[in-house]
């Protein structure tokens, strides 16, 4: 099975910052890897899609990046609204898996 | 627009069964790729199984932790999914939610999720 590593586990980051978070596959996945924010009580929600395609009224901050095992997600402008969890998602394998995720905090 | 509403969790014993339903609106369940993912009590996601369409051939997958006491079925009439999971554990214990496996290319992803249904697994 393909294992997803994501990190850091949490950050504290304030509101116009720059956010960078990673995911590496414990093998190569192409570029079968999405985002989902999460947030509590809710279900996840799906950002980007296949490593850098922005998914339908997903504001343009987000942008994703990466192929093979390393993968990074990027949100430039942080808004009050993106404090959540972020997962990342290997859809390589008939055998899917998510990241540990991404408690993205205020500072 | 897709809807799409769980039910049917709730308190099991150890051992026990449960029948998950996810009815389905805007879609026909029998002409999607669906999944059914749970999420623990303050973990991340956790994906267990998928049926693919009926023109795909409606074939399942499980992820091993469940594989062998669950099934994923469709009532074509009911437009609903179906997660028969059998011998329950405590470590089962999760909100569990039904998407739809939508596609990129060949590229899958869940754009669709319901709210959840909490299953407790507790003696």
């Known amino acids: 099975d393909i294992q997803m590593t994501q990190s850091p586990s949490s950050l504290s980051a304030s509101v116009g910052d720059r956010v960078t978070i990673t995911c590496r596959a414990s093998?190569?996945?192409?570029?079968?890897l999405n985002w989902y924010q999460q947030k509590p009580g809710k279900a996840p929600k799906l950002l980007i899609y296949?490593?850098?395609n922005l998914q339908r009224d997903v504001p343009s901050r987000f942008s994703g990046s990466g192929s093979g095992t390393d993968f990074t997600l990027t949100i430039r402008g942080l808004q009050p609204e993106d404090f959540a969890t972020y997962y990342c998602?290997?859809?390589?394998?008939?055998?899917?898996?998510f990241g540990g995720g991404t408690k993205v905090e205020i500072k | 627009e897709v809807h799409l509403v769980e039910s049917g969790g709730g308190l099991v014993k150890p051992g026990g069964s449960l029948r998950l339903s996810c009815a389905a609106s805007?879609?026909?369940?029998?002409?999607?790729?669906m999944n059914w993912v749970r999420q623990a009590p303050g973990k991340g996601p956790e994906w267990i199984g998928r049926?693919?369409?009926?023109?795909?051939?409606?074939?399942?997958d499980f992820a091993a932790p469940v594989k062998g006491r669950v099934s994923i079925s469709r009532d074509e009439s009911g437009n609903t999914l179906f997660l028969q999971m059998n011998n329950l554990k405590i470590e089962d214990t999760a909100v569990y939610f039904c998407?739809?496996?939508?596609?990129?290319?060949?590229?899958?992803?869940?754009?669709?999720w319901g709210l959840g249904t909490l299953v407790t697994v507790s003696s």
């Open positions: 093998q190569s996945i192409n570029t079968y």
């Open positions: 296949a490593a850098f």
């Open positions: 805007g879609f026909s369940v029998s002409d999607a790729s």
């Open positions: 998407t739809t496996d939508d596609l990129f290319g060949d590229y899958p992803m869940f754009v669709h």
């Open positions: 049926i693919k369409s009926k023109p795909d051939g409606a074939t399942t």
């Open positions: 998602q290997q859809s390589s394998s008939s055998q899917i898996s």
